[in-house]
C-alpha cells in the first residue's frame, strides 16, 4: 500500500540554524500538507501546497517557513532560522484530487528539537 | 473562528465493551470532518471521512456520525480490542479556513 514517507525521523539543530524537513508524498496525489504538534498539544495545520503554489496557510506559517516541491515527487518544509519554540513533531500528509475533499494520508513525522 | 473539543480527555475500558468517543465544533458550517488515530510517537491514520451532505460513515468496527446543526460527530467503535488502544483525534474542515484538530482522547483497551 502506498504511504507518506518523511526523512529525517529526528534532527537536533541549534537555535538560528536552518534546517529542511523532506517527505516524499504518495505518487498520484496532488495536495500537499504540512502540520506541526508540539509535545502535548494539537495537531496545528501550517500550510497547504498545489500545483507548485501554496493554497492555505496558517499564522504560525510566518517568512520564517517555506514550502517547496523541487523535483516532482519531494515536498520540502525550510525553517530558515529555527527558534526554540519550533521544537515539535512536523507532519507532511498528501491527498488525491481535490483539496480536502478526499482523505489525507500522514507521514511518520519527523521530530525536531531545537537547542 | 472554528473551535474543536473532545470528550472525554481519556477513557479506560475493558476488552469487548462497545464506546463512544465525542467530538464538538462551534462553527456549524462545515466543509467536512476525519476522525484519526495516532499511536504514541506515531502519525495519524485516516479512519473515517464524512463529508458536510453526509450523516455517518462505516468501516468494520467503526462508525462514525455528524449532527452539523448541533455541532456535534461521535465516533462508535464496536467490541473493542486491546489494538485498538491509541489517541483519536477529530478535524474539522470549513469553508475558508483551515484544517482544525482536536486535541484528542486517549483510548486504553485492557485485556
Known amino acids: ?115 | 473562528k472554528q473551535e474543536v473539543t473532545q470528550i472525554p480527555a481519556a477513557l479506560s475500558v475493558p476488552e469487548g465493551e462497545n464506546l463512544v468517543l465525542n467530538c464538538s465544533f462551534t462553527d456549524s458550517a462545515i466543509y467536512n470532518l476525519q476522525w484519526f488515530r495516532q499511536d504514541p510517537g506515531k502519525g495519524l491514520t485516516s479512519l473515517l471521512l464524512i463529508q458536510s451532505s453526509q450523516r455517518e460513515q462505516t468501516s468494520g468496527r467503526l462508525n462514525a456520525s455528524l449532527d452539523k446543526s448541533s455541532g456535534r460527530s461521535t465516533l462508535y467503535i464496536a467490541a473493542s480490542q486491546p489494538g485498538d488502544s491509541a489517541t483519536y483525534l477529530c478535524a474539522v474542515k470549513n469553508y475558508g479556513q483551515n484544517f482544525v484538530f482536536g486535541p484528542g482522547t486517549r483510548l486504553s483497551v485492557l485485556p
Not at chain 1, 46 to 61: A, D, Q, T
Not at chain 1, 87 to 94: E, K, Q
Open chain 1, 1 to 115: 500500500e502506498p504511504e507518506v514517507t518523511q526523512t529525517p525521523s529526528h534532527q537536533v539543530t541549534q537555535m538560528g540554524q536552518e534546517v529542511i524537513l523532506r517527505c516524499v508524498p504518495i505518487s498520484n496525489h496532488l495536495y500537499f500538507y504540512w502540520y506541526r504538534q508540539i509535545l502535548g498539544q494539537k495537531v496545528e495545520f501550517l500550510v497547504s501546497f498545489y500545483n507548485n503554489e501554496i493554497s492555505e496557510k496558517s499564522e504560525i506559517f510566518d517568512d520564517q517557513f517555506s514550502v517547496e516541491r523541487p523535483d516532482g515527487s519531494n515536498f520540502t518544509l525550510k525553517i530558515r532560522s529555527t527558534k526554540l519554540e519550533d521544537s515539535a513533531m512536523y507532519f507532511c500528509a498528501s491527498s488525491g484530487n481535490t483539496l480536502y475533499q478526499e482523505t489525507q494520508y500522514f507521514g511518520p513525522g519527523t521530530r525536531l528539537l531545537v537547542l
